[in-house]
Structures are given as structure tokens and as C-alpha cells.
């Protein structure tokens, strides 16, 4: 498959933490993606790092990209019950034309 | 809120029913999308819409059958669906397929 894998499935921590999520990939890529989805909603775009950067911040947002490992990370600082929802990396592969999304990461935010 | 909205939210069919979901944009996208999301499964690509022309059929079955009049509407017709059909299904745009996808509110479909 060609689709992301998120890690972990499922993040439980306290407001205020730190939150990482991994997303890993196998073939080459134009683009990584990450989305958020609360609950029965539909999906909203976080941040999209193209395949020569490494690094993009937004807020209290932070992706970084490692193409030789082929991985990706989705960092989230001094969380917020808010912040409570699912987490979506997609990869628009090479030639692909559209995204492919990955099984996402349940992350619970505990006040 | 996203500027792509769906309509109805909630729908509940029986196998014998012919039903539409409607998505429409108002960001000046020229790709659109239907997605499936099922309880515990990716989030599955049904059909992409490019300038109008469809580019993309993920094996999707005939019983679901879309149509994007213009690059702003896009509809999906189902007939004759199974249980199995019940879920979440979504609509995005973007601007290129490479690009940064919006979605829509989702319509909950239930297949009795």
C-alpha cells in the first residue's frame, strides 16, 4: 500500500503537553499533508511541506520531513482540550495526481 | 465555514432507494472529490473530478454513480446500496489534485 501509516493509533496526554505524531511513507513524494478531524466532521487542512523542505511551522504547529527516512512528524506544543480530535497525514506521491491518506492518530487531550 | 458545503447532512435510505448527495464549492477550485469514511477504516478516494473531467475511479461500484456538472458542483447518485455502503461520506476541492484539500461537512448515510 502506498498509503501513509500513522503512530501511534491512539495519544492520550494532559492539557499543556506536548503532542507528536509520526507518519511514514514508502514511495516518493511531491508533498506531505497533515489534517485534523473532529469527530464526524469533515477534514481541515494543518500544513502541507513540500519535498525539499524540512521543516514548516504554523502557530503551535510543527512539521518536520525526512525524505530519506521517509518520514514525517506532526508536533503540537502546549496542547489544548481543543486540540482533541484525529489526525490525518496524506501524501500526494509522485505521478499520483491526488492524496492518500493514512489511518490517522486519535489524540485525546485531558484537561 | 470551509466554503465547501453538502448537503443533505443526514441521510438514512433504504436498498431500493435512489437518493443524491450535493457538494458545492464556492473557492474557485478546479478539482473535486468524493471520499468514503467508514468506523476503523482510511479514509477510501471514490472519484476525482479535474476541470470537470473525471481523472480518477477508485474500483468504485456502479451503484454509486457522480456527476460534476461544473467546477463547482459535484453530485453523487446512489441507487440499489447495501449496508456495507453505510458511512461518512465526504466532499473536498482544491485548487490542483497536488494541492492543500478543503472539505466539506460530510453527509452520514444509513443504508437500511
Known amino acids: 500500500s502506498q498509503q501513509g501509516e500513522e503512530d501511534p493509533q491512539a495519544l492520550s496526554i494532559q492539557e499543556g503537553e506536548n503532542a507528536t505524531m509520526n507518519c511514514s511513507y514508502k514511495?516518493?513524494?511531491?508533498?506531505l499533508q497533515w489534517y485534523r478531524q473532529n469527530s464526524g466532521r469533515g477534514l481541515v487542512h494543518l500544513i502541507l511541506?513540500?519535498?525539499?523542505?524540512r521543516e514548516k511551522h504554523s502557530g503551535r504547529l510543527r512539521v518536520t520531513l525526512d525524505t530519506s527516512k521517509k518520514s514525517s512528524s506532526l508536533l503540537i506544543t502546549a496542547s489544548r482540550a481543543a486540540d482533541t480530535a484525529s489526525y490525518f497525514c496524506a501524501t500526494d506521491f509522485e505521478g499520483a495526481q491526488k492524496l492518500v491518506f493514512g489511518q490517522g492518530t486519535r489524540l485525546t487531550i485531558n484537561p | 465555514e470551509t466554503g465547501v458545503t453538502q448537503t443533505p447532512r443526514h441521510l438514512v435510505m433504504g436498498m431500493t432507494n435512489k437518493k443524491s448527495l450535493k457538494c458545492e464549492q464556492h473557492l474557485g477550485h478546479n478539482a473535486m472529490y468524493w471520499y468514503k469514511q467508514s468506523a476503523k477504516k482510511p479514509l477510501e478516494l471514490m472519484f476525482v473530478y479535474n476541470f470537470k473531467e473525471q481523472t480518477e475511479n477508485n474500483s468504485v461500484p456502479s451503484r454509486f454513480s457522480p456527476e460534476c456538472p461544473n467546477s463547482s458542483h459535484l453530485f453523487l447518485h446512489l441507487h440499489t446500496l447495501q449496508p456495507e455502503d453505510s458511512a461518512l461520506y465526504l466532499c473536498a476541492s482544491s485548487q490542483v489534485t497536488s494541492g492543500a484539500q478543503y472539505f466539506g461537512p460530510g453527509t452520514r448515510l444509513t443504508v437500511l
Open positions: 511541506i513540500r519535498s525539499n523542505e
Open positions: 514511495t516518493s513524494i511531491n508533498n
